[in-house]
């Protein structure tokens, strides 16, 4: 397999058909000439002039949706002073046409006429076949009949009316009848017949033209039917039988005959007027289905007989006439091969059949490789392996913050305790060994390696993070140990400075002391002599002077004494700091709420962050998916498709490409 | 009016059954009130007491001097309200015509007063009707009588008293029912205040058809002549408006008319004058005039039978009858310019024909002369029928044409309008003239049912009718139909463009083969394949 990417790949098949047989189907001259009336005058072609016999001052024209030939006699006729009754179909108006100036017209509508006619008089005459191509001169007995089937729908079944005032028309509902018109005989010459009936050929009949459905059990000799896709397994029959079936646009409506008797059925959509013709009619029909027509149904024909000729088929089952095809393109249903391995030379089981007109057939189809659902979801496998790697990056993230903590706490003692700088220099060494294999670390990923080696890996991550966690022990300790060292020195400055001030006071207050006690002992003698004096004095006012005296001694005698007691405990303190020793008295350890978490300076390693390691290993190609409980294997590549095979077999998981846009 | 205060003697009529009780045995015994009269309505009474009680009804002028009931008396012997006379001054209200008399309307009795007005009393030169009955105009129930007014040197003196009052004299000559009736309306003085008059209506009792060809030489000649021998005013055609076409009669103003006895009368309505046509031509125009309105108030398609119809019932039995007027011939009646100028009419008369589905010899195109029988139509083709207009056809005539010679096993008649009592009675001949061909026969009869007695037609048929409704739904056949199953042949029916049933007799108690006469009727022979779908069903055996 090459290195191309796996996508949908479209392949194609060739096949030559000149050979092929067509049963039946109707074939389409091109080049024959166009259709010509052979008829007379029984069956003249709209646009000849209408020539009456009899009274002309009463026209009936009965009006269908299309027919202009039969509106111009009457309008002629109108003209001339003949009252015209024309019955037409709804939404009709004679407004915009020949008619409107007629002065004596009454019109009458309904939702539908059965065909297009004229009564004037003894003369009557019938429009119709397709766009009313053909005008039939009725015998005196269809006139007869045609007048009152007139009469019967004109009276009876008009559900408008208007005559002209002015030359506008204003339609109002038909009054009512003023009479009852007899109901036309089931067997007049011309009648009324359902919408679902149809000409059925008698059985004398040789010659019939259906518009649509199919002839009795008559035995025709020629047939003469619209072309189309359906019904050829009874024209089959007909063509077996020796029946010419053939078709050309003559315009005609429903019509069978035999030369002598024969009928016409008009087409309609409520009722469909019959006319049986008269010998002469007949006759003239037979003439008309007699001439050349540029369709024939035929059987057993090898198309490549018919290749680089104008002319047309209609198959059976066609919607329409189709020409020979120099060759047809197939697109066959695209290819879903299951296995990936089968999609180079996946090719239809089946091949669909070409057109019958085909000569070469060409058949493309599309494979399309087999795609991991949409939807799919990464196997857990890779999820696994997803959250180990996802636990490895975060154990390396907390070493590497941690060592570089390290850093930071080795920089800082080196700031605060010069005398600490070799021991760092230790420290720094370690820290360096311990980035190194920590880059290494970095380096690999649990999941690239596998079950075994992803253990290796976490392995000596673990050793690594021990290291970490001793070097910051270390340097925690040094630390402290520097720390307790330069508050001993501190506080024996504190004390030697106490003792050498204590000293320097001390005589400075004995002095006083002495001071005091000679100031007490004087006072006390003269109090001592005025407590003698008082005794003695017996002058009043001497003797008040002397309670003066005596009051003022003993105040300066109690403070003097209160003044040496106070110097005599100063005394004693400063002899006593003087007389005390040194002694270190370690800075008390600041303990936090929850000693525990703080008591390491570096953070733990978080080891249970790494989830239990998968037994299996991730694919070496592709990616591994998983959908409904199905694992596949996607690869991009044609080139993976062996190796991805066999991871696909190792891990229980269909070889796919990517899904599908 | 006049009103007054006069010296009077007085009656008034009071409820006196005793009385009442004494005229009425009286008027059942020779109209005489004796002795033994009063003894045998009284009885205990002593003669000398009857012959006083009879002096009272002499007085009271219930019988006269020989005991012979007055007209008084036979009032109270029907009312039992006799007179009760008084005397006294009464205000009187009186009115004075020559139909009516010197009437009192009213009478109240005054209280005497001295108010020395000797000066103010005036003479009543026309006094009242003395001794007649007066119902007072106020209150019709009080009823007196004027015995006498009591004067010196019969000089009747009164004392006029204002009035506001007013009385109108309203006289109807009905010439029609020949009775004449007048009556009183305006006001009468009551106390202090104005009443309206109340009055029931009186009559002259006149000869008013005599007085009709008094006036007819006089006041009616100006507006016509007076035909006394059939009562009509005969007109000319361009005098009449519409209404007084349809309705032959006309309201005329006379200036003034008299009343022989009873005075003269100015500007006086005539109304409801009976007319008729002055002369052939006018009865012709007033003939067209009315079918032309007729058609155009009433449009619809009309077949040339239903114009004939038409026209013949808007003149026969009218006064237009007699001169025979003239329904043209289709083609001058289409195009006369009242028709041909309105498009609607023209269109309702000319589609009809044009459009007919009926042979030509069956729409009689021709003229149609009324009251007159029409021309023997040519023998008609085979297959049809017409009956001619007054061509004197009995019902017989017309069933056997219609049966053809063909004994009948069941026949259906087919017609909208199986009611009413001519029709009925039309129904009874047709039945009588089948069942003169196959006695007893039974006749089916299908009809609408709104207005129909099916019990009445059943007891004439034999048969109980059938509904339109539940024979043909909503698509009711517009024509009638006569069908017939024979016994023998094939089944066939008529078409008709009337109905047989319109035939009428012109003598009490018709029969079968009573001449009718007939509206245009006319039929084809249909067979079976023709006919609407429920019609052919029971002509060929579907549908019983």
């Known amino acids: 397999m090459s290195g191309d990417p796996i996508v949908r790949l479209q392949r194609t098949r060739t096949e030559d058909r000149r050979k092929a047989v067509l049963e039946t189907a109707w074939l389409h001259n091109l080049q024959a000439p166009a259709w010509h009336s052979p008829a007379d005058e029984l069956f003249v072609e709209a646009g000849q002039p209408f020539v009456t016999t009899g009274s002309d001052e009463v026209v009936l024209l009965m009006l269908k949706r299309g027919t202009s030939a039969a509106l111009e006699h009457a309008a002629e006729l109108g003209h001339s002073g003949a009252r015209v009754y024309v019955l037409a179909e709804q939404e009709w108006t004679p407004a915009g046409t020949a008619l409107k100036s007629v002065k004596r017209l009454l019109v009458r509508r309904l939702a539908e006429v059965p065909a297009s006619g004229l009564v004037v008089g003894d003369t009557a005459a019938l429009w119709c076949g397709k766009a009313s191509a053909w005008r039939l001169a009725l015998t005196p007995a269809q006139a007869t009949a045609f007048r009152q089937i007139f009469l019967r729908i004109f009276w009876h079944d008009a559900v408008d009316e208007a005559w002209s005032t002015d030359g506008r028309f204003k339609f109002t509902p038909a009054q009512v009848r003023p009479f009852d018109v007899p109901e036309i005989a089931i067997d007049a010459c011309v009648r009324r017949v359902p919408a679902g009936e149809t000409l059925r050929a008698h059985h004398s009949h040789t010659h019939a033209l259906l518009n649509a459905g199919l002839p009795g059990d008559a035995s025709l000799r020629r047939l003469w039917m619209p072309p189309s896709g359906l019904q050829t397994g009874r024209l089959r029959h007909l063509l077996d039988a020796g029946c010419s079936v053939t078709w050309d646009e003559c315009g005609l409506p429903d019509t069978t005959t035999d030369g002598r008797t024969g009928a016409l059925l008009l087409a309609g959509k409520g009722m469909r007027l019959r006319l049986e013709l008269s010998t002469d009619q007949a006759a003239a029909a037979l003439r008309v289905l007699d001439g050349p027509a540029a369709w024939s149904l035929l059987a057993g024909l090898e198309i490549g007989a018919f290749a680089g000729k104008q002319v047309q088929f209609w198959l059976p089952a066609a919607a329409g006439p189709s020409a020979l095809s120099k060759e047809q393109r197939i697109e066959v249903s695209t290819l879903h091969p299951a296995e990936l391995r089968d999609v180079p030379c996946a090719a239809p089981s089946t091949w669909p059949s070409p057109s019958a007109l085909a000569l070469n057939v060409t058949y493309t189809w599309d494979v399309i490789p087999p795609a991991v659902p949409n939807g799919a979801q990464d196997d857990p496998l890779v999820g696994q ?240 998916r998983k959908y409904k409980g199905r694992r596949y294997l996607v690869i991009d590549d044609w080139i993976d498709l062996e190796q991805g095979e066999a991871e696909a077999a190792r891990l229980n998981a269909e070889l796919v490409t990517r899904e599908r846009a | 009016m006049e009103r007054f205060a006069v010296f009077a003697e007085m009656a008034w009529l009071e409820r006196r059954p005793e009385i009442g009780l004494l005229c009425r045995a009286a008027r059942e015994n020779g109209d005489q009130v004796s002795v033994a009269l009063v003894q045998s309505v009284l009885p205990g009474v002593a003669d000398a007491g009857a012959a006083n009680i009879i002096q009272w009804c002499q007085l009271l002028e219930v019988c006269d001097s020989q005991g012979g009931l007055t007209a008084l008396g036979e009032d109270v012997a029907e009312t039992d309200h006799a007179p009760v006379p008084e005397q006294g001054v009464y205000s009187c209200s009186m009115i004075a015509h020559p139909v009516l008399g010197r009437r009192l309307l009213a009478a109240d009795r005054l209280a005497p007063s001295r108010d020395q007005r000797f000066e103010l009393v005036q003479p009543l030169r026309l006094p009242p009707d003395l001794g007649v009955t007066f119902t007072s105009a106020r209150d019709p129930s009080e009823r007196f009588i004027l015995r006498s007014l009591p004067s010196n040197h019969a000089e009747v003196g009164v004392l006029r008293q204002p009035t506001q009052a007013t009385c109108r004299l309203r006289w109807t000559l009905d010439f029609t029912n020949e009775e004449d009736i007048w009556r009183l309306d305006g006001s009468i003085d009551a106390a202090r205040t104005l009443l309206p008059i109340r009055h029931d209506g009186e009559t002259a009792d006149l000869e008013l058809w005599k007085l009709a060809e ?331």
């Open chain 1, 385 to 624: 392996w997803r959250n180990v790697d996802r636990g490895w990056e975060k154990r390396l993230g907390v070493v590497s913050n941690a060592l570089m903590s390290t850093s930071g706490v080795r920089a800082s003692i080196g700031q605060a305790f010069k005398r600490l700088m070799s021991a760092l220099m230790g420290f720094e060494r370690a820290e360096s060994r311990l980035w190194t294999e920590l880059k290494a670390l970095e380096a690999e990923r649990p999941s690239a390696v596998g079950p075994v080696g992803a253990s290796r890996l976490l392995d000596q991550l673990g050793r690594l993070e021990d290291d970490i966690g001793k070097l910051h022990d270390d340097l925690e300790r040094a630390q402290r140990k520097a720390r307790e060292d330069v508050e001993r020195e501190r506080q024996r400055a504190e004390w030697e400075a106490t003792v050498t001030a204590a000293k320097r006071e001390l005589p400075a207050k004995a002095a006083q002391l002495a001071a005091t006690r000679a100031d007490e002992e004087q006072l006390q003698s003269q109090l001592e002599a005025v407590e003698a004096g008082l005794a003695e004095e017996e002058d009043k006012a001497a003797k008040k002077d002397l309670k003066a005296r005596r009051h003022k001694l003993s105040d300066q005698a109690k403070k003097a004494s209160r003044k040496a007691r106070q110097l005599d405990q100063q005394i004693e303190g400063l002899q006593r700091r003087i007389k005390a020793p040194f002694t270190y008295r370690p800075q008390p350890v600041l303990t936090a709420k929850k000693a525990g978490k703080a008591s390491r300076f570096v953070p733990a390693a978080p080891k249970k962050v790494i989830k239990a390691i998968p037994e299996d290993a991730l694919p070496a190609v592709g990616a591994l």
């Open chain 2, 214 to 544: 008094t006036w007819g030489r006089g006041p009616l000649s100006a507006h016509g002549r007076w035909l006394p021998e059939t009562r009509e005013l005969a007109v000319p055609f361009t005098q009449l408006s519409a209404t007084e076409q349809e309705s032959f009669h006309k309201s005329l103003h006379l200036d003034e008319v008299e009343v022989p006895g009873l005075g003269r009368y100015e500007k006086v309505n005539l109304e409801d004058v009976p007319i008729c046509p002055a002369s052939a031509d006018d009865a012709q125009q007033w003939a067209f005039s009315r079918l032309l309105r007729r058609l155009t108030t009433q449009r619809r398609y009309r077949s040339r039978g239903e114009i004939r119809q038409l026209f013949a019932s808007l003149t026969e039995e009218t006064p237009l009858e007699g001169f025979q007027p003239v329904l043209p011939h289709h083609q001058s009646l289409v195009a006369d310019d009242a028709v041909s100028d309105d498009e609607a009419l023209y269109w309702s008369l000319v589609a009809s024909v044009d459009l007919s589905p009926f042979p030509t010899d069956l729409d009689d195109l021709s003229a149609l002369r009324v009251g007159a029988p029409a021309p023997t139509p040519s023998p008609t083709a085979a297959g049809l029928v017409r009956v001619p207009y007054r061509g004197g056809w009995s019902m017989q005539r017309l069933v056997d044409a219609l049966l053809g010679g063909a004994l009948p096993r069941d026949i259906l008649l087919c017609d909208r309008y199986v009611r009413g009592r001519a029709n009925l009675v039309a129904l009874r001949l047709f039945v009588e003239a089948i069942r003169a061909v196959i006695p007893n026969q039974q006749l089916n009869v299908w009809t609408r049912e709104d207005g129909a007695d099916f019990q009445a037609v059943e007891s004439l048929t034999g048969r109980r009718p059938r509904a339109y409704r539940q024979m043909f739904g909503n698509g009711h056949p517009h024509d009638r139909y006569v069908l017939i199953r024979p016994q023998t042949g094939e089944a066939f029916g008529w078409h008709l463009t009337n109905s047989p049933l319109h035939a009428r007799a012109d003598v009490a108690e018709p029969n079968a083969d009573t001449p009718l006469r007939w509206k245009d009727l006319a039929g084809s022979r249909v067979t079976p394949r023709s006919l609407a779908p429920a019609l052919r069903g029971w002509l060929e055996g579907g549908a019983q």
